[in-house]
Each structure stands twice: as C-alpha cells, then as structure tokens.
C-alpha cells in the first residue's frame, strides 16, 4: 500500500522548523558535556553551547584531536573547553574520564551524548 500523498509531499518539501539555536536558553550557570565534541555535529554543537554562556567540557578519544578542537573554538568564540579523554569502546577509560570529571565538578546538567561507538562485534 502505497503512502499517502500528503506524507510525500511533506518528505520533499518540508515545512520551515520551528526550532533554532536562537532558542536556547541562558546556560551559564549550566556544565555541559559533549561526547566526540571534537569534529562535526559535537563541535558546533559545542560552539553554540559557548555561545550560550555553557561551562563545556568535549570528551574525545585523542588528547592532540581534542586539543585541536578546543584550539579551533577558542579562536572562533574566545571561550575553551575542557577536554576529557574517553573512548566510548573502552570502559577502562570512560571509568577514567567520570572520576575525572567528578575530582573537578559537583553536577553535570547537559549530556550530549554525540560520539557512537562502530563495529561493535554480535556476540552469540
């Protein structure tokens, strides 16, 4: 059975969104973290989370990738980040990087949870 028309429609021409950046809220009260907050989505989303007034700490699994980014941000917005090492596929290392974070803040208000892990193997 065929969709209807108007499901068509709405997929090719979608309406104008009703959200934007502009819409959120003063966060700089807030801590803020971003996983893989060191490329693409993580990082602008780390930009306007700065733009926000947000304490932001970006979590990568390179030390030199992550400092790039917070390099690139500082330059773009003038506020920096704090970098956190984790790699999501290594729970050694996501253990490592929550007492880090908890030996430097008392809350987290916003978690983005941005980085996947790929490959993961099916297990029989």
Same mark, same amino acid.
Request: charged share 20%; with cysteine.
């Given at each position: 059975?065929?969709?209807?028309?108007?499901?068509?429609?709405?997929?090719?021409?979608?309406?104008?969104?009703?959200?934007?950046?502009?819409?959120?809220?003063?966060?700089?009260?807030?801590?803020?973290?971003?996983?893989?907050?060191?490329?693409?989505?993580?990082?602008?989303?780390?930009?306007?989370?700065? *733009?926000?007034?947000?304490? =932001?700490?970006?979590? #990568?699994?390179?030390?030199?990738?992550? &400092?790039?980014?917070? $390099?690139? @941000?500082?330059?773009?917005?003038?506020?920096?980040?704090?970098?956190?090492?984790?790699?999501? *596929?290594?729970?050694?290392? =996501?253990?490592?990087? #929550?007492?880090?974070?908890?030996?430097? &803040?008392?809350?987290? $208000?916003? @978690?983005?949870?941005?980085?996947?892990?790929?490959?993961?193997?099916?297990?029989?």
């Amino acid at each position: 059975m065929a969709p209807p028309i108007g499901t068509i429609l709405r997929q090719m021409f979608p309406p104008e969104p009703t959200w934007s950046t502009n819409h959120i809220p003063d966060l700089s009260s807030k801590v803020v973290l971003v996983t893989g907050g060191n490329t693409g989505i993580g990082k602008n989303t780390c930009k306007h989370l700065f *733009a926000h007034g947000a304490k =932001v700490y970006l979590s #990568a699994r390179s030390q030199s990738k992550a &400092e790039q980014a917070i $390099h690139d @941000l500082q330059q773009e917005t003038g506020k920096t980040a704090i970098v956190l090492q984790m790699d999501l *596929a290594d729970f050694d290392s =996501v253990k490592k990087a #929550a007492e880090d974070f908890k030996s430097r &803040e008392t809350e987290l $208000h916003i @978690l983005f949870l941005n980085a996947g892990v790929l490959g993961t193997p099916i297990e029989q």
